[in-house]
């Protein structure tokens, strides 16, 4: 039986996926694997670029969905980012990306979306979830490195208050599960 990409990828250790050679392996449909905050995040991201007629859906427009979800609002609380900064910058930088009619998916999500699938996957989580999208979209390079480095925010930070709010998640989720044990 033939391995997923992502399973020999955790198999392997390998923190990269030589994407050139992603077609020889099985096809896992990874649409399933995100939970319903991450699912909203991207649904309205390319929304977004559609309502905004990008010529390209980009992680930006995943970055703006995601301002909206808790636990990425918790992340970027922790870092006590100034909103209306962010705001601004965000906006400007939407404002610089071509217009064309219907946005066409690009390398750049289909990267996005396939490393927080294999980020949950590495930590052994049954879905993949907003901060874990958080997490790809700021690893990736582009528009959304360039407004946190102009914000002084490193990718290094953002991925320890990540997994700050996972491991936080995770112990609430622990603590309703003894809970329900004992009733």
Do not use: C
């Not at 991925?159 to 622990?174: F, P, S, T």
């Amino acid at each position: 039986k033939e391995k997923s990409m992502f399973k020999m990828a955790a198999d392997d250790n390998q923190e990269d996926i030589e994407w050139g050679g992603i077609r020889r392996y099985k096809r896992v449909d990874v649409a399933k694997s995100f939970d319903i905050g991450a699912r909203k995040a991207i649904e309205e991201s390319w929304l977004l670029a559609d309502k905004l007629r990008h010529a390209k859906w980009d992680n930006i427009h995943i970055f703006v969905s995601l301002i909206s979800d808790v636990g990425v609002n918790m992340v970027f609380a922790r870092l006590e980012v100034n909103y209306k900064n962010l705001s601004t910058k965000v906006k400007s930088a939407l404002q610089r990306i071509i217009e064309s009619g219907r946005p066409e998916m690009g390398i750049e999500i289909k990267r996005t979306l396939l490393s927080a699938y294999l980020r949950a996957y590495n930590q052994h989580k049954g879905k993949v979830t907003a901060t874990d999208l958080l997490y790809a979209v700021v690893d990736e390079q582009g528009i959304v490195n360039d407004i946190l480095y102009e914000m002084t925010i490193s990718e290094k930070e953002i991925g320890h208050v990540v997994e700050w709010v996972d491991l936080q998640r995770q112990i609430i989720q622990k603590w309703h599960e003894i809970g329900r044990a004992h009733v």
